[in-house]
């Protein structure tokens, strides 16, 4: 995994822009280690609290666009899990 950080233990990867987000935030549960979204501007979900959760789904069902921001595994071992969710950082 060419794009992981050692300095900040953190991997950035983006969503693929088809999947299920139920199924994504049930995996996200699974993770030993923060998983956070993060929007083109910089704001940050730490996608492991339920209100984030919320928030994350209520802002994806409307226009926004999703797939433009990026997921942060703070734990490399997370990554397999994420991965069918997931694809190269484009930045």
Partial sequence: ?????????????????????????????????????????????????????YIFCTVASHSYDWSQGTICCMSEEDIPKLSPYLEESRA
């Fill in 1 to 53: 995994m060419e794009a992981y950080d050692k300095r900040l233990g953190a991997k950035d990867m983006n969503l693929k822009s088809n999947i299920d987000i139920a199924k994504f935030l049930l995996e996200i549960q699974k993770c030993q280690g923060e998983v956070y979204y993060e929007t083109s501007d910089g704001d940050r979900l730490n996608l492991s609290s339920t209100l984030s959760q």
